[in-house]
């Protein structure tokens, strides 16, 4: 078997970032925070998102504050999702990979309802042998939900031989709990020193994220 790249999406395979800090503005402002730049949302965010906002206000959201900052984060995000694109190269990069005879699949925490059809209007649902995105509740951690996605991909891929490319330390320690290699890369929700602790490759490109994996994984012969 070939290797197989689980792609994240928010953050990796799509530039979002500016849609996220203004939707987490907006989810500040119900609970009077002030709003954050990009660089100091990306130096404090961390997940699950229960904690980054308690990391914010100094203490728990309530029950009620927890809703309010979910309910309108998703709001503004979906409000601010069409000025969103592709990180740059990308389309080259998955179609490289597909025409190789080599495997891909998406797995976000994005809402599976709402990233279905963001990736098909994007024109990438071809490329991929799965599309999957979060069902149930917001707020989690991503690898409880890679374990499922990695079983329904079933013997279609060789586990020894699957790299995860994220942009978070979320996306690393799933990966390390399923048992497959991650890379990591830095035009995300993550600056370069909140990753590279992590014990695995960091990179700034996600051409580079796809070389390493391809080294981590053992070149295809």
């Known amino acids: 078997m070939r290797t197989h790249i689980v792609w994240d999406w928010n953050g990796t395979l799509l530039s979002d970032m500016a849609a996220v800090v203004g939707a987490s503005n907006a989810a500040f402002a119900t609970v009077g925070l002030p709003p954050l730049t990009l ?3 990306r130096a404090q965010y961390e997940i699950p998102i ?5 990391r914010l206000l100094g203490r728990a959201p309530s ?4 809703l309010a900052l979910d309910d309108a984060f998703h709001v503004k995000y979906t409000e601010l999702f069409p000025g969103c694109g592709l ?12 025409a190789g005879g080599r495997s891909q699949s998406v797995l976000s925490m994005y809402a599976h309802e709402q990233l279905v059809p963001a990736v098909d209007a994007f024109g990438l649902t071809p490329h991929f042998a799965r ?3 979060r069902r149930g509740e917001s707020g989690g951690r991503k690898a409880g939900h890679l374990a499922v996605h990695l079983d329904a991909l079933g013997d279609g891929i060789d586990r020894g031989r699957t790299v995860l490319i994220g942009d978070a330390a979320d996306d690393a320690e799933a ?3 399923a048992g497959i290699k991650s890379v990591l890369y830095t ?6 020193e909140k990753l590279t602790h992590l014990g695995v490759p960091v990179v700034d490109s996600l051409a580079e994220a796809v070389a390493v994996a391809e080294e981590l ?3 295809d012969r």
């Open 175 to 177: 990966a390390l709990a």
């Open 131 to 133: 599309v999957d995105g």
């Open 217 to 219: 994984a053992g070149y």
């Open 39 to 41: 660089e100091e949302y």
């Open 87 to 98: 990180t740059p190269g990308v389309e080259a990069l998955l179609a490289r990979w597909a």
């Open 50 to 54: 229960p904690r980054f906002y308690e």
């Open 63 to 66: 029950p009620a504050e927890w």
């Open 187 to 192: 035009g995300g929700s993550h600056t370069r």
